[in-house]
């Protein structure tokens, strides 16, 4: 791919990273993330994720 690109491979990761960090998600992902924030899917209570040792606490 990157010399497909016409680039080092260093720059093809970093450009494939950047687009993956700063492309904003689309409508499902946002709805799919809320959902999972939501705790709807679990049987136990949802995940804290106010910080993370209490997300880490919240996993048990």
Known sequence: ???Q???SLDNLVESILFEAAYN???E?????LEE?????????PPIDTSSV????????
């Open 36 to 44: 999972a924030i939501s705790g709807k899917l679990r049987t136990k």
């Open 53 to 60: 040792e209490a997300m880490f606490k919240s996993i048990d």
């Open 24 to 26: 904003e998600s689309n």
């Open 5 to 7: 690109e016409h680039c």
């Open 1 to 3: 791919m990157a010399k």
């Open 28 to 32: 499902i992902t946002k709805a799919a």
